[in-house]
Structure formats: C-alpha cells, structure tokens
C-alpha cells in the first residue's frame, strides 16, 4: 500500500507527514519527527506514557493511526512546555516529587492538563478517575494526586 | 454477604549492600577553573533519586553550596567505576565513596584559600554558601571561584579528590553458612488494615502505616518517596501480582498491562509514616539505605491482616479473590453470619 | 551505655547544611518537561532494529531451523545465530567467581524455556524485523517438562543442566546450608511445634520503561552503547567476555532507568546488539515489547518455604528449621546469590538459639528469575511474619508482645554467625503502634535494641 501525506495541527503549527497506512501517531511523534516527549511504554494501549491531546482530549497515540486526525489539533508535553520555566502542572508535578523514574510522567501530566482545562476544580475522585488509565511503577500515585490537586490551585490562582 | 475487617503487622530487617560484599564503588571530584565541582561516577539513577542524594553528599562534605557540585554519571570512559545500582547499595557505597573524595578535594582546597588568606589550612572552615573564611574571624574570608582561579592560574594545583569504598569480599562457610552478608540493618514496622468482601473475596486494603529507620536520611521528601511507591508496590504483590496465575502451571501467562492486574489510583490506601533516624556505624553520615525494603513489610502486614478479617490463615501471595473465597469456604467467621442469618 | 550506642547518639546530634534536607530532584525538570532522554529516545540515521526468535515450547530439541522466508522480506539485514557469539554460554556472576557458565546468548541445540532466544533478526524497521521473525521455521521436538521446584527434584524429572542435578551446586553441597545450635535438641525442648508452609508467585518487574539498548560502531573503532542497565560496568564486562572483544573496545553510556526494580541487572540485550553493530557496521537498537517484558524477561522467584518451630509456652522460639525452594526457572541469572541472601535472613530478625536452614536453588523449565527489589529477602520476610502470627495464634499470644520477646538485640548472634550490631527492630515496633494507637503494655515498652535487659 503507498504512502499518503497527511496534515494536522500540532502544537499549534501545521505539519504534512508521509505515511505508510496504519501508522500511529506516536510513531509519527517519536520516529519522524522527534518529538519524544510522548513515551512507548506498551503500543498496547496499557501503560498510558503515550498520551496526547488531540482536540483538548486525552488519547493513546499507540492506538492512532494518524489518518484518524488529519486536520485535528494536537498537542503533546512539548507544546504546554514553556521556552523558559514550567507551566503550572510541571511545577506542581516538580515540587511535589510527583517523579521518581519520570517515565510515566509525560502521559499523566497531559491526561491532568485535558481534565483541568475542562473541570478546574476537579475532586481527588475526578483526578483518580482521570489518570486510571496511566501506570505509575514508582511513586504509588499519592504524589502524582496531590501535584494535581496543588496544580488545579495554582491554574486558579493565576 | 458481609464485609469483614482485619489488622495485621509485620516487623522486618533489611541488610543493605551486596550479599557478602566485593561489591565497590568509586568516585572522581574536580573544581572547575570557576569552582564548580563536577562528581564523575557510573552510577545510575532508578528514579529513586541517586543524583541528588549524592550530589547533597558531596556538597556537605566539600562545604559548598548544593548548586555548585554537578553530578557527571553514567559513562565508562568518564566515570570510575561503580557496581551498580542494586541491593540498597547506591547511597551507601556510592556516597562512602564520594565523601572519601570530597575529602582529599576539601583539603585542597582548603590548602589553596590557605595561601590566599596568608593563614594555616587548619585555621579554615567552610560555610556552605561558597565561602571559605578564617575560624573566629568570619570577614577574612575567600569564595569559591575566586579561589578555584587562584589554583588553577596562580599556583597551577588541581582541586580534585578520589574515592573508592569496599566491603571486601567474604566467603561462606559451606557447612555452617558463617557468613558476613551485609554492611547494616535497615528496619521497619507496617500495620495493615483491611475489608474484605466475602461475596466477591475483594480486599481493600483502607491504611497501611509504617515505621521505618533507615539511618539517616539523606533526602526526606525522597525516603518519603520510596516508603509511598514501596507500600504501593507490596499491596499490589500482596493481592495482585503474578506472572503465573496458577502456579506452578504456567498457563495464562500475562503479555500485557490488561493481563497483568496492578492495582490504580482507586486502590490506594491511607498510607502514613513516621522515620526513625539511628545513624548506621559505616553508612555515609549514618545512612542505611531505603530502597528496597519498602516493598517488602507491607505484604505480610496485609496478608496477615486478611488472615485476622477472615478467621483463616493464609499462607501465599498474591491473595486474590479466587483464593480467599476459597479460604471463605472454611472460615469459622463466615459460617457464624451464615448462621446467625438463618 | 556501649561505646556504639553513644557513638549513634553523638551522629543523631550532628548539625548539617544539606544532608536531612528535602532539596528538589537534579533531574526533575527534564521528567516533567520530556526533556529527559531514555535509551528509546535515542536514534541514529541508518539505525538497524533487532527482534528474537524465540522458543514457542517449553522444553525441546532444535531440529533446524529455516530462515529462507525471513530472508526474502522486504528490509531483512542479516541473522545471528549461536555460531556468531564468541563466547555464547555465559553466566553473568562469572565477574564475582560464580559459575560454571551455562546461559547461551543463542540457543544452540534445545530450548529450556518458553520465550528463549533461538536467533536475533536484523532489519532496517522494526516492522521488517517482526514480520521476518514471524517467517522463521522452526523445527523443535518437544520434551517434557517441570514447572514444580520439588517435582524438579525427584529422580524422574527431566534433567536441565549438563552438570545432571536441577539445582545448583553450592561448595559441593545441594543448597546453602545454615548450621547454627542443636535444633533437634530445640524442638525435644519445646512446648510446641508449628509448621508451616509458605509460597509465593513470580513477580514481573514491569517498569513503564522496558529494556532496552542502542548499540553504534564509532568511527575509531569502537562501540557506543546507550543502554538502561542498572549497573553499567557490569553489563559492559560481562558484554566483552560474550563478544570477546578487548573491554577497550567498548563504551556504555547510561545512568537514566525508566523504572528498574532489579529487572535491569540482567544483562540481556547489550551483547547481541553489540554484536549486530560489529556484524552490520551500522547502529542497531534492541528494545523489548511489553509483551516480551512481561513474558520473557526475568522475574522475581518463586519460592515455596516449610518452616518448623519450636516454641515455648512463654513465647521464645527456640528452634527454627526451613527447608526453602527458590524457582530459578530455566537459568541462573542472579537466583544463587538471592538464595544465599535469603538463607542469612530466613529466620528473620529474631533471635533464635537453634536454627537449620536449607535452601535450594532450583531449575524449572520458566523464563528464568533473577534480582528483584528485595531478593530473597521478600519471601522471607513473608514467610517469617506470617510464621509469627501463626505461632501467636497457637500458642494465644498476642502479635506484638512475640515480636517483642524474640527481636534481636544489639550484640546477639544471628544464625549465620554475624553479631547484631544495628538493630532497632523493637524502635519501630514502638513507632509503629505508638502511630496506630496501640497500647502496648509497660514491660514491651521498656524494651530496646542496645541491650538485653537482665532478667
Ligand atoms: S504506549 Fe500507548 S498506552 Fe502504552
Ligand atoms: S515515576 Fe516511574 S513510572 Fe511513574
């Protein structure tokens, strides 16, 4: 089967890559162009260190193939990174030790980024909710609750 | 269908440093032209915090601020070498290593700021914040990097120290098993507190609190960090995990994070500690080592637990469901609420 | 007061500028930004993917095996057998004087596990080196096979090592051994006896990040591996003895671990990768699925562990015997030193006058143990604080105060013969039930670590 080009938005510029059929956006993010930020713990669709945003929503991009977005906007840790210092939820994530490894960390910071932007006020039981889908070997997920908590704070209070 | 609680404890040792020793470490200190301290090793970072721990034991016993001391780590053509990361070993034998180091870079330095300041070395002391000042006349006083370009352009001296530490291999008796396993005992306490359900034979496990002593700790927030993630990590072993669901066959082999039950988020008990400091005679000021313990009390404190809520004994892990409403079946607890509904 | 006690004391009280304090992680900017380079991060342009073939049967001979398929897809490099390994029965503790060897990097004529490298593919994707693996022909006559540590041990069980026994061999003796007092004489002592049996499972390390290296040939002539091995050094020796290559010849770089738990101290994608850069001229990455995590890699052991105690009426347990099994699965890896560590601390931190301890490390035909967080020291643990409440409960004591009678004190004599010297077990005890709000009653409380109160 040939290789298409397909567009989208990512991280607020738009992109064309050439793809094989089927190709996951995590591929395309990690292997053509280098963003990997966005992590492969499982192309399973398990671990959830693969999440993006596409269109404000948490998605598994090792179960996207990136035909399914073409004209969407997507984000990943890279694009809520400022060029100097950290946004709310890394500094959240950072003073609160909410990383040990850190490998999971990109995947639970974006799925906390997508449930803040639609609920800023979430309940510990939301955030749990929110980041079932994300495993953590290393911290026992206490840190990585409360970083959410003092995040959606700091969203607030800014 | 009743909901049965039960406590359990567990109090436990945990021998830091690889078994029998023979296991070195070693560690490379030098400043910069501009008094940054650059600590070259091999060793490796799990996640449990082995760069800043050792960056915090270099800087206090070189006596210069924690910004100042870099750790350059892991390469083998740059870092001396390092047994690696295992066996509660990382911060013990590595920061021996890195304090021995820092000493021989201190004197020097030390030596440096003594010419500087017109006094002998043993007239000086640090102050931690990049200066080195006369003892009893804090205002003659040198900092870091003026003194760091003094060596290298003035008096062409190196500031630069090296460390090793080993506990020299030990043999075991064959026939009586004399041994001398480790370098010292970490200890630790887990009260477990659990529901079970005797409907679908779920746990929850609702706190696990711990006392643990590690020595000192050279990190708080970090020691804190691995007593969470390691109680998370024995409840999941305790009542979860398994590569061989019905051992010893070895069927149902799990491939997948779907497959492989480790508990979330929901499952997380109230986890609460307190940390008990009893310096260890040989550790770096007094560390023991924390690592891998953590995960090790909370298993038997749940498993006795579920044993106390259920009324029967349990007697491996993972408990799951399957097996405790095996167990249900001969409890004298469920059979008294059968009876006492009919 | 000893001279180590006040000693301890003097250290409690030293005063310091960084050491105790709470500063933020060195490399927690870079986990929260991404920034952070993990060894899958890493790629080279040219870079080759290597994907194994491996055992579909538990136990079996190699017949053959075709590669004539896999050879004609699309993107296929190259194969490596057991015939391009220079050294390719190997064990890893060699370094610290454990043998004899009897690990292949490949396997060469039978297969002992269920997962067991036969050959590694080379291909320009990873896609082109899946799809070639699942093109092999494999030719195996399967045999039967053992899965139980005590099954293994019986005279009609399938034989695992070329040495003949399916355990492994300590100083001439079927397990590590501990001797200490007269247990016997204990157990005629005692008021009660109380056995036990205790297993556990396999555990999976199942860090987010799985294993993996990237091996790159340098324009000098030497090899540059990226790698998330725990211990560096030791990979990279043990990597040149399997490659016979002067260690010169090599450089590893790493340090950064997306979770390790003992799961990266095996050293098992660095040689065939390395090799595959020498064979290729061209970088080569060799990173495990989940699936192969989870399958493949080693595991925690399982261990099975009778105890038999004798008790007296007043609580002290005077005699300890355990005969322990640990499930090494089909190698050795790390599993005869775990078993040694365990047999040091399977009586548990008690102190006990009387103890017999045999412990077995035992082949099976299961992907192979190794290092786990706690190894050897977690079933133990297990086991020994289980055993406790069920000697509480026989004998109707309560769990804390057996605890407190038999914890060891500063200057005891464990089992292995290693005096006591930093023990704080009743401290925690005392912690502990002092933070659940557990009174204990006055004789526990005036108890501690550093000395033996007189009687
Ligand atoms: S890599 Fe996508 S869920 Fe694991
Ligand atoms: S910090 Fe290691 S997996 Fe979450």
Known sequence: MPSRIVAFNLNGRDVEVMVKPLTTLQTVLREHLHLTATKSGCRQGGCGTCTVLVNGEPMLSCLLPVEDIAGQKVVTLEGITPIEGLHPIQQAFFDNYAIQCGYCSPGVIMVIKALLDRNPNPTRQEIMDAIAGNVCRCTGYEPILRAAEDAARRLQSA | ???????????????????????????????????????????????????????????????????????????????????????????????????????????????????ELEVSPDDLDTDGKGNIFVKGSPERKIDITSLALAAHFKYGRTISGRGMYIKPKSPVDPETGKMDPDSTEAHACVVAEVEVDTETGEVTVISLKSAYEVGRQVNPALVHGQIVGGAFMGMSHAL???????????????????????????????????????????????????????????????????SNAIGVRLTEYPITPEKILRALEKSPKVKQLAENRS | MSEVASEVIREMKREFKVVGKSVPRRDGIGHVTGKTVYVDDISFPGMLHLKMVRSPIHHGIIRNVDFSEAEK?????????????????????????????????????????????????????????????????LDLEELPAVFDVEEALKPDAPILKPWGTNYFIYEGHHCRRVRFGDVEKGFAQADYIIEEVYNTSPIEHAPTETTACVAK?????????????????????????????????????????????????????EPIATLAAMKTGRPVKFKYTREEEMRVSSTRSAWRMYFKDGVMKDGRIIARKVISYADSGAYNRHTPYAVTKHAANIAGPYTIPNVYIDAYCVYTNRQPASAMRGFGVTPASFAVECQMDKIAETIGMDPWEIRFINAYRNGDMRPHQKVVEDATLIEVMKAAAELVGHKLPEHLLKMHSWDREKA
């Open chain 2, 240 to 306: 979860y995990e398994t590569t061989a669901p019905y051992y010893p066959s070895p069927d149902h082999a799990p491939g997948s994070f779907s497959e492989y039950i480790i508990p979330g988020p929901h499952e997380l008990p109230h986890i609460e500690s307190v940390v008990l400091e009893y310096p260890s005679v040989n550790g770096p000021y007094g560390v023991k080592g924390v690592g891998e313990m953590t995960a090790n009390a909370p298993i038997p404190a749940i498993v006795n637990a579920v």
């Open chain 3, 217 to 269: 040939p340098e324009p000098d002539g030497r090899y540059t591996v990226y790698t998330n091995t725990q211990a560096l050094f030791f990979t990279m020796d043990n990597t040149a003895l399997i490659l016979q290559v002067p260690f010169s010849k090599l450089h590893f770089v790493g340090g950064t671990v997306g979770g390790g738990f003992g799961g990266k101290v095996d050293v098992i994608t």
């Open chain 3, 73 to 137: 897809v699309p993107g296929f490099v190259r194969v490596l057998t057991h015939r391009d390994v220079p050294k390719n029965i190997y064990t890893i503790l060699c370094l610290i004087g454990v043998g004899p060897d009897e690990e292949p990097v490949l396997a060469v004529d039978r297969v002992l596990y269920k997962g067991e490298p036969i050959a590694a593919i080379v291909a320009e994707t990873e896609e082109a080196a899946m799809e070639a693996v699942s093109r092999v022909k």
């Open chain 2, 1 to 115: 269908m009743a909901k049965l609680r039960g406590t359990g404890i567990a109090a436990v040792n945990y021998p830091t440093g690889m078994n029998l020793g023979g296991d070195p470490s070693q560690a490379l200190i030098h400043a910069t032209t501009t008094g940054t301290f650059v600590i070259s090793l091999s060793s490796t970072d799990l996640g449990q915090g082995l760069k800043t721990v050792i960056a915090q034991i270099g800087a206090e016993t070189l006596g210069v601020p924690f910004e100042n001391v870099l750790i350059d780590t892991a390469d083998t053509d740059t870092g001396p070498h390092c047994m690696g990361t295992f066996a509660s070993r990382a911060t013990h034998r590595v920061g021996n290593a890195v304090i021995m180091a820092a000493k021989e870079a201190r004197k020097a330095m030390l030596e440096v700021a003594a010419e």
